[in-house]
């Protein structure tokens, strides 16, 4: 049986003709979609590497709290504890009470077991040597927030320039708990100045 003859094809003949005119045109036709494609790839990888990235340090920061510890303290100073730490565990980190604490605050005042709280400042006092005695009336005095001076302020455990300002700007006081509507003054700063100051 003779096979077929296809050399006179037309269309066969066409498709020969259109490949070895335009072949380089198609090349780089075929080069430039698959650049094209690898960029867009590589982009869809580089995103899903970022945002895993982002994730993990996201989370990290979530599990710690920063906080503020002075006074009475060894080593005083800014520290990052775990989330759920609570105010026994700063103490520990920063070293430990130092020799001229007042043990009296401690024992009847400080709750070590408080939980702490993303940017909590505690302060801790320290032994005052020599209690002021109205020798007339033979009562502690104290400083009245309503009148002392900035100076007689920064004297207090934890009241630097920048709290004595606030506390003379939100006068006047009917008590001594009004403190803790002064930005930045909290429980337990108030807990620990409370017996220095009074409202008269």
Do not use: C
């Not at 982009?43 to 340090?57: E, P």
């Not at 709290?65 to 520290?79: E, F, N, R, T």
């Not at 320039?161 to 939100?170: D, G, K, T």
């Amino acid at each position: 049986m003779e096979g077929f003859d296809t050399s006179n094809n037309p269309a066969d003949t066409l498709s020969r003709a259109f490949l070895s005119r335009y072949k380089y045109e198609l090349f780089a036709s075929l080069a430039f979609i698959s650049l094209i494609g690898g960029i867009v790839f590589g982009m869809q990888v580089l995103g899903k590497s970022r945002d895993t990235d982002a994730i993990i340090v996201k989370s990290n920061s979530d599990q710690n709290v920063m906080i503020d510890i002075g006074g009475a303290i060894l080593h005083p100073g800014v520290y990052e504890l775990s989330l759920g730490s609570r105010i026994q565990d700063a103490i520990e980190y920063a070293g430990g009470f130092s020799g001229d604490v007042d043990k009296d605050w401690v024992s009847t005042i400080l709750n070590r077991a408080e939980v702490l709280v993303d940017g909590q400042k505690i302060v801790i006092p320290l032994l005052r040597e020599e209690k002021q005695i109205d020798k007339s009336s033979g009562i502690d005095l104290k400083i009245n927030i309503n009148k002392a001076t900035q100076s007689e302020l920064t004297s207090l455990p934890g009241i630097g320039n920048a709290y004595a300002l606030r506390i003379i700007e939100h006068r006047p006081y009917s008590s001594v708990d009004d403190l803790l509507l002064v930005p930045g003054i909290g429980p337990s700063l108030l807990s620990s100045i409370r017996d220095l100051v009074g409202v008269y």
